[in-house]
């Protein structure tokens, strides 16, 4: 029989119940095939490799990464809490020594939801890596991750909680933005003043293929992870990047995901997107659990297979060379341009405007984070949508010193509840969180 | 009348049923060598001066298939396998020789690309030459379009025999499962048709002219004649024979645990909502997991003969019997010994029990009362900890919908019902450890041949149905159909349990003990685009493990009968 070489814990949760509508993407059938496929491969055989049931997160867990608006019972279904709660038993699996590595094959996703929720953006609700990591940190102290999201789509939710935390190195690899939802995961959005560097951008052109992918890989995601030797490595394991998919223009492969998963050796792999239910999912999931496992994935590849038919275009390799050269000096020199840019400021201010597309709502924040000398800095947002809210919502970091913690609690004390809908605070020091609505 | 029996390792347990009334319960032990010389002897011993003609039916459970395997005594399989792309599938290789075909079906039962037929030929020059007469052929996704192992039969041309295929034993997905399940029917056919054939006559030259049936792993019978196409379901039918005797002499109506405390090991099931729980997949045989459909049973190293130590000062049981207890002899004091001293069995030489615990009792500085004591609390904690760390896993067995994760049920035994030798002294340990009462049934003695003789027969389907390619599959009938797009849940439904009647009733059931139901269903809205295209439904239907007649006039037990 098989043996992993690795121990796997599998967290495979379909959620044959819930949908966003019954044609979205989102859609009860999503994971159907997958299923059979996992199931008539024998997955649940191999030795070392444990199916688990999902828990179900608490809002506990969701207030250590979130501002619901007005609140987490009127956003929040018991689906997206056991989304989360997925990750987070694929999180305490590895912890607890239970499984070398952990792949939480849960469904919603959750890598297009920011700091600030007022509902489903891009298939989201709750960020579930950040949920996730969240509780790894309260639980089992302080951890320096790496994030790399390997979905097509830009994971401008996870950019959005971790631009200032240097603890959270957060890497992105998608389509172009220019090409694609959301449209942001530039090389120049790079982190905020307490970590300025630490967001890296790789923008991919449409029908890059599995030699492309590899090469960022190769070239650059595991020199700078190396570089910043984290403690942990999650990998937000969107699969949209399948030549099959309905939504993207990439040309990766199931045998590119196995490889890929491979060298990347994350200790703990999430879902995100991919919406090729039949031609890719089956086969990419059943790639991404060998390789995790540490087993044989050469005989996975989808039924239509054709390496030439899917060959990237000439030019991108080159244009992909210079992208990571240019990428790694940044990263190289981050310390220098960060003195540059912040040297002399009491503080930095970036407008956003963020769009809801499943539900057809327009955000506009406010994000102020303190430039403080003694910890990555306090950080307030000031946010409004078409809802008819209007929000102040205070974040006190995990590093925050006690001066930032005494002001973070005045800003919420003495705000005027006259001026908003909603005053918010979430002091990521003390683990607690306050509303006021 | 109705005779039961049960052959286990080393003894062959016989009942004589009227209706309702144990008429006669018989125990010897054979030789698995002289199974059948066995069987005679028993059923002699039961009927003697009975008038034979009046028996209505005989139900067998036998360990031949099982002895088989374990034992390697089966006839080398030719494996005709085709995987397509996915897991490495060399490890499934199992036969004499394996033929890999480089035809694949997908998920939906969609052909992505036909084998070369001359790929089989050649398997059937190479089986020939190496005298291989037994074939098993299955094919990935099999269950969701038996086309190509149906077409690699038809190419076999009759050449071999028997010709296994994969879809005819489970409609489950697992492979490997299924690879090693159709491997194993073809390799004990050989051997479970010759003894099939000389029991017939053997009960024929005693003038016995009933049917015979044979117990499944599933606690289900089927009739002997259907067997022969399937032996693999025999395997393993002892722990299931026990399991539906407790059912039978004390019923119970909500969850439970069954135990079957023995000389080496002891064996726990459950009973949700009185029902036998079944293994998720099926059942592991020797070295091979497979699909064989069997009641959830797991042993335990711990029985009455188990060895009795101490080291660091306390007491161990077990894992290991290294003989009879004391008071028969044996080199080791054992649990049975500490329960001899205690009064609560009566065997052998009570002084030689005493000595046994005595000798433990000055390593422990304890009197030997208080050591007996120890021993049966300690059997009770393990029994305890290992039902606890069971229903662990049974109630974290995976779920796909956040309804089931949510408020799905969960087994919460509210009592135990406890059977084998040492049964009457653990009984009340049992039930101060678990807090639920512990019941001893009358006659448990006899449980797993009462079992066999009353269980009826089972049957399981599984109907797909693929509307937007417009096909209908039941991979245990080998049915694939054309559907119009109408085709709904509702239809799939009845058709099931039609299906599952039809299938109970060729398998030998009785028609008033034909109770089909549906056990899982779902349906899904399959869209491509943004459209609707159709809709994939998939239902299993059931006769699920239960009682039969009970052999003569009426079929409810009376209070004699449980005498
Ligand atoms: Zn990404
Ligand atoms: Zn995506
Ligand atoms: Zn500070």
Known sequence: MLKAVNKLGLVFFPAFDWAISPTHPEREERLLYTLDQVQEEGVADIEGVRFYNPSVAEKKDIERVHFCVPDISSLVTESHMVSAGGAITAARAVMEGEVRKAFAVVRPPGHHAHRVIYGDRGFCIINVEAVMLEYVRRTYGPRRVVIVDTDCHHGDGTQDIYWNDRDTLFISIHQDGRTLYPGTGFPEEFGGPGAFGYTIN??????????GFLYVIENLVLPIIKDYSPDLIVNSAGQDNHY??????????????????QRLNPDIAVLEGGYSIEGALPYVNLGIILALAGLDYSHVKEPDYDPEKIRQPDWIAEYLKRLCEEIYRRWVSKEDAAKKMFEGKDRVVRKKRIYYDTIAVMEEQEETIKVCPACSGLITIKSECDLGYSILAVTIPRDACARCIDEGHRAYRTADPGDYSGIYLQDKVNDEYCAKI | MIIGLDVGGTH?????LRGGHVLEVVKIPYNPSTILEGICEVINKLTQKRDLSRIERVNLSTTISTNAVLEGRTSPVGMILESGPGVDPSFVACGKENFFLDGYIDHRGHEVAPFREALVHEASRRFKEKGISAVGVVT???VRNPSHEIRVKELLDGDFYPVTMGHALSGKLNFPRRVFTAYLNSAVYERFTSFASAIRRAFEDMGIKAPINVLKADGGTMSLKQAISLPVHTILSGPAASVMGCCILSPASEDAVIMDVGGTTTDISFLAGGVPLLEKQGIRIGAYPTLVRAIFSFSIALGGDSAVKVADGRVVIGPRREGPPAALGGPEPTPSDAMIVKGLLDFGSRERAYLAMKELGFVLKMEPEVVAEIILEKMGDMIKNAVDGLLMELNSRPVYTVRELLYGKRIEPREVRIIGGPAKALAPVIERKLKIPCVVPDNYQAANAIGAALSRTTAEITLIADTA???????ELGIRQKIDGSFTLKRARSMALKLVEERAAILGASPEDIEAEIIEESCFNMVRGFYTVGK?????????????????????????GRK
């Open chain 2, 12 to 16: 062959i347990d016989a009942v004589l």
């Open chain 1, 202 to 211: 790789i923008p991919l052109p449409p029908q890059t293929g599995e030699e």
């Open chain 1, 244 to 261: 099959t998919d309905p939504i993207t223009n990439m040309n990766f492969t199931a045998q590119g995901y196995a490889k890929m998963t």
């Open chain 2, 140 to 142: 990935k996704f099999s």
């Open chain 2, 536 to 560: 994939n439904i998939r239902v299993k239907a059931q006769v699920k493990p239960g009682l039969t007649g009970y052999g003569g006039e009426g079929r409810e037990i009376d209070a004699e």
């Open chain 2, 469 to 475: 390619r417009g096909y209908i599959t039941v991979p």
